[in-house]
């Protein structure tokens, strides 16, 4: 009998097994129904031998110590800041908008100062920034939103930025500086040798079993164990009794080329033009030295893999009824971006998982029932 069915090999699955088999010496049985352990995070090198991300670019960065900390357990790193430029009007600029994209943009030449000035003259007044279109506008006005995040938010989403929470966009900031980093977290770095390798080495322990093309359904009544740690999509895992909570997906067209470098970044988004909305070059990313290159083109759609829950609020209000099921269940754990229906980052996911160890932790610890009754007792 296993002591823990651990149903998903991505961050979520993989940390708690790592931390129940060597924290607490549990046994773990850790299932996937695809034929690869690090969920969305996979990466392989290709018939080529260019290191590539199976789901899409994955860029690690975190302001987490202990995150990061944890995770250099089992992964050197490379250091990498990852840089975006944005395909606009036939110039590609830096995302984040910052005083170079401006000037650029507009031939100007303008001090950080001025460029305060400048977004406070377009921005509209937005009494409760609500929406997706709301955090924007209310920031550079609308001739910036609609050059940088309507069509790309539209394409991505199949939805309006007036429809969607405020964090999506919130996700990218402004800045007034000249600071063309993507992100500005303390920890930016991706795994030296891959995060396949990561994880490999997150579950080479004697007490996890790994078993991949096997999926959840086909084996729950087949295998004994005495607790659950789910992180599929939730709502799959109560049979839809609310019905379907709605996810995107993403088609992944991969190419590679005799020419490198492809384009000048790591990134490379097109909001108004293509049915995709960004390509990424993977060498970039991975400091991987190869006479070759190989690129990855994203084309959103609504139906296939879930990959990314959308933030919007009926959507809560979905997924708070499922929630609320979850809860009545005290030997079963919902963790990770589908299983607790959360647009989160893989440190983000990384968190989650620690301190649900943490909780199982003190549940362990905790006195049985059984026996806090008898203490009761012999203490009248
Ligand atoms: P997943 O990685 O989805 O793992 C869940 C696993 O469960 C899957 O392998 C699935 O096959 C398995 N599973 C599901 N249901 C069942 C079942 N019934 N039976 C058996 N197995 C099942 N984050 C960043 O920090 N930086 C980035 O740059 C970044 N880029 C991203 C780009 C894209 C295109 C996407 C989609 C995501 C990106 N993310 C990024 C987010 C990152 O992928 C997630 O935060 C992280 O992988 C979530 O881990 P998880 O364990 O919750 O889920
Ligand atoms: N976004 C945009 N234009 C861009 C980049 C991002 O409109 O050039 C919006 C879009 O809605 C996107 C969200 O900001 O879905 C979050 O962007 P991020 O790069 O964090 O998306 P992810 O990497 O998670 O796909």
Not at 45 to 53: F, K, P, Q, S, T
Not at 208 to 230: A, G, H, P, R, V
Not at 293 to 298: Q, R
Not at 326 to 332: E, K, M, W
């Amino acid at each position: 009998m296993f002591d823990y069915l651990i149903v998903g090999a991505g961050y979520a699955g993989s940390v708690l097994a790592e931390r129940l088999a060597k924290g607490l010496n549990k046994k773990v049985l850790i299932i996937d129904k695809r034929n690869h352990i690090a969920g969305n995070a996979y990466d392989h090198y290709n018939e080529d031998g260019i290191l590539v991300h199976k789901y899409g670019p994955h860029i690690f960065h975190t302001n987490s110590k202990d995150v990061f900390d944890y995770l250099s357990k089992f992964t050197e790193w490379h250091n990498y800041q990852h840089k975006v430029l944005a395909s606009i009007d036939g110039q590609m600029v830096p995302m984040p908008i910052n005083l170079n994209t401006i000037n650029s943009l507009y031939g100007l030449n303008l001090s950080s100062a001025d460029v305060e000035d400048f977004f406070a003259s377009k921005a509209e007044d937005v009494k409760q920034v609500l929406t997706s279109e709301d955090v924007v506008v209310s920031k550079v006005g609308r001739e910036l939103y609609e050059k940088f995040f309507k069509g790309y938010t539209r394409k991505q989403w199949e939805l309006d930025p007036s429809e969607l929470d405020a964090s999506v966009t919130a996700r990218v900031p402004t800045r007034t500086n000249k600071d063309d980093r993507y992100f500005t977290d303390t920890y930016q770095a991706m795994p030296l040798h891959g995060y396949t390798r990561m994880f490999e080495k997150m579950l080479s322990h004697p007490n996890i079993k790994i078993m991949l093309n096997t999926s959840y359904q086909d084996i729950m009544d087949e295998i004994s164990y005495k607790k659950l740690i789910f992180t599929g999509p939730v709502d799959e895992y109560f049979n839809y009794c609310y019905g379907k909570l709605p996810y995107r997906s993403i088609d992944f067209k991969f190419e590679t080329l005799d020419n490198a470098p492809f384009q000048p970044t790591g990134t490379v988004n097109y909001p108004n033009d293509y049915a995709f909305t960004r390509i990424t070059e993977f060498k970039y990313l991975t400091g991987q030295e190869h006479r070759k290159t190989s690129i990855v083109y994203e084309f959103p759609k609504a139906e296939g893999d879930p990959y990314y829950p959308i933030p919007k609020a009926e959507n809560a209000v979905l997924y708070k009824k499922y929630q609320a099921l979850a809860d009545q269940l005290s030997n079963t754990h919902f963790v990770g971006r589908l299983a607790t229906y959360k647009y989160y980052n893989m440190d983000q996911v990384v968190a989650q998982a620690l301190s649900t160890f943490k909780k199982i932790l003190n549940q362990e610890n905790s006195i049985p029932a059984s026996d806090e009754k008898n203490i009761l007792k012999s203490k009248n």
